[in-house]
């Protein structure tokens, strides 16, 4: 199976605040990493897909990058609905495994 | 606006078999892959397997042959199955529908509408 590592676990920002979230594989992936934002009591939604798609009606402040066995999400001006913990998931492979997640709180 | 609904027993004994079954809603059945992920605590998100509308399957080693994914084209259905279960899958289910996008010759693979999801406990 491919592992995913998520970096950091947890992260403080304030509204307006440049974040950055980092995912890495286990071996090359090429770009097939997915990322999902998720809320308290929410199902996952898809934000970005093929490391750097931005999934219909996702707001252009979010955008990812990477290809291989690096990638990054990152929103450009956080907003107050965007505090929620992200995925990044592999589509390489099955098990299209996940990433621990990514917990961003209000600073 | 294609919706998934959900549902299934909460509560199970060690040795049981889980069984879901989520309802697709408003779309085409035909075109996606059908999938199962699961949440819990200690494990994050975990991908179950998935099915499409021709019955092939994939499914997640980890889980040791346990899992039966199957559809119901008629109903626009898709089920699971999980045998002899244990506490260690007590969980939060969802079911959740795989799109593939053709990009420069490659296919990638996001699952961009999900069900609401089903807490199953497995307790004695």
């Known amino acids: 199976d491919i592992q995913m590592t998520q970096s950091p676990s947890s992260l403080s920002a304030s509204v307006g605040d440049r974040v950055t979230i980092a995912c890495r594989a286990s071996q090359s992936i090429s770009n097939y990493l997915n990322w999902y934002q998720q809320k308290p009591g929410k199902a996952p939604k898809l934000l970005i897909y093929?490391?750097?798609s931005l999934q219909a009606g996702v707001p252009l402040r979010f955008s990812g990058s990477g290809s291989g066995t690096d990638f990054t999400l990152t929103i450009s001006s956080l907003q107050p609905e965007d505090f929620a913990t992200y995925y990044c998931q592999q589509s390489y492979s099955t098990p299209r495994t996940f990433g621990q997640g990514t917990k961003v709180e209000i600073k | 606006q294609v919706q998934l609904q959900q549902w299934g027993a909460g509560l199970l004994k060690p040795s049981e078999t889980l069984s879901l079954t989520c309802a697709v809603y408003?779309?085409?059945?035909?075109?996606?892959?059908w999938s199962w992920i699961r949440q819990s605590p200690g494990k994050g998100l975990e991908w179950i397997g998935e099915?499409?509308?021709?019955?092939?399957?994939n499914d997640n080693p980890s889980l040791k042959s346990r899992v039966t994914i199957s559809i119901d084209t008629s109903k626009n259905q898709f089920s699971l199955k999980l045998s002899s279960v244990t506490a260690a899958d007590t969980a939060l289910y969802y079911c959740?529908?795989?799109?593939?996008?053709?990009?420069?010759?490659?296919?990638?693979?996001?699952?961009?509408?999900w069900g609401q999801g089903t807490t199953v406990i497995v307790s004695s």
């Open positions: 093929a490391a750097s």
């Open positions: 408003g779309g085409s059945f035909s075109a996606y892959y």
């Open positions: 959740a529908r795989g799109f593939t996008v053709t990009k420069l010759g490659h296919y990638y693979y996001g699952m961009d509408v």
């Open positions: 099915i499409n509308h021709s019955g092939s399957t």
